[in-house]
């Protein structure tokens, strides 16, 4: 029974490495792509662009946390300072981002749904106290485990690991002993459905919201554009102009249907799917576990990756240095080309 149980364990430690350490390796380096492409070009340093820098931040590290995210489904040997940061520490990187992104989306909001005001937000005077406010009540919740609320001496955690049977009570022993490492043990039942329907899916519903209104926003301006056209011309046919404006519109509406159906919906599956299964109290596939919670939180990721690289100017700097390098190899292999010719 403990070789099959470390079997297990292993089995779902490697599917998971073989998962994300590309879609980690991947989002890391987008992600300092375009850190670099804002540090680097002076006229990107202002305060919708330092937010959207912290969130680039977050992104990276919930990047750098991303192999260990599905691996807080598995049950381990740990100790209890061990098992603790395992679980808490990327629980705190994923809400950073999700806080980020929502102040993110709040701010861009503003700025479409009232200009006038827009410059004089409380997040554009002062600066540090905004980026406290995405970073540090994400610290605080995350923490809520280790200053106490969790299940580590509930009932008998034993059989949660099959190799940890023949340990003694927990209660008869240090905290610092290796016992079995599960969610269940650090994450009491409330508060994970605070979490999620307290925290997570109000942020999701609020960014869509905010997205939604200003489509809408923009439709009504795009009709009030084709409106005026028309009575600039007289005719009561659509012109080539506003057919272009029509398709533009188009486009802009499917990318963000598709980029919220690629990043949020594998995303709401694996949060409902948890769920479900915690409410019932029943055991299911760790393949499934895995895979649902890999691609989840790894195309929720990618949304900050989709904002950044539809903007030219953030990655500018990388490809003028492709550019570059591209230009100094032809220049060689035109060198060398020329050489072998005469010789």
Request: aromatic letters at 12%; charged letters at 15%; hydrophobic letters at 45%.
């Amino acid at each position: 029974m403990d070789d099959d149980n470390s079997n297990a364990v292993l089995s779902g430690e490697q599917l998971i490495y073989a998962i994300t350490v590309p879609l980690s390796t991947s989002i890391i380096l987008a992600n300092l792509v375009i850190i670099l492409g804002i540090v680097w070009n002076r006229q990107l340093h202002n305060t919708p662009n330092y937010f959207f820098l912290s969130l680039l931040v977050a992104d990276m590290c919930t990047g750098v946390a991303l192999p260990f995210i599905p691996l807080m489904g598995l049950n381990r040997e740990l100790s209890f300072s061990s098992c603790l940061l395992a679980h808490v520490f990327p629980n705190f990187l994923f809400l950073a981002f999700l806080f980020n992104l929502v102040m993110v989306h709040y701010e861009r909001y503003i700025c479409i749904v009232d200009p006038l005001h827009y410059n004089n937000l409380w997040m554009h005077r002062s600066l540090p106290l905004a980026l406290l406010v995405v970073w540090v009540p994400p610290l605080l919740f995350a923490c809520l485990p280790a200053f106490g609320w969790n299940n580590w001496t509930g009932p008998d955690w034993n059989s949660c690991c099959t190799s940890s049977q023949n340990v003694t009570l927990l209660s008869n022993t240090s905290t610092n002993e290796t016992m079995c490492c599960s969610y269940r043990r650090v994450f009491p039942n409330a508060f994970i459905y605070l979490e999620v329907y307290g925290l997570v899916l109000p942020a999701i519903l609020t960014i869509a919201g905010m997205t939604g209104h200003v489509l809408w926003i923009t439709r009504g301006q795009l009709r009030d554009i084709c409106r005026l056209h028309r009575s600039v011309d007289r005719g009561s046919q659509a012109s080539d102009r506003e057919q272009r404006l029509n398709l533009r519109y188009t486009r802009c509406v499917v990318a963000v249907s598709l980029t919220f159906l690629a990043c949020w919906v594998p995303y709401l599956i694996y949060m409902h799917a948890c769920i479900a299964f915690l409410i019932s109290d029943t055991k299911w596939s760790s393949t499934t576990h895995i895979v649902l919670s890999c691609t989840g939180i790894g195309s929720m990721a990618v949304v900050p990756l989709v904002l950044g690289l539809a903007n030219k100017q953030y990655t500018e700097p990388a490809f003028k240095l492709l550019q570059k390098l591209r230009d100094r190899w032809r220049r060689r292999k035109t060198t060398q080309e020329t050489e072998e010719v005469a010789v």
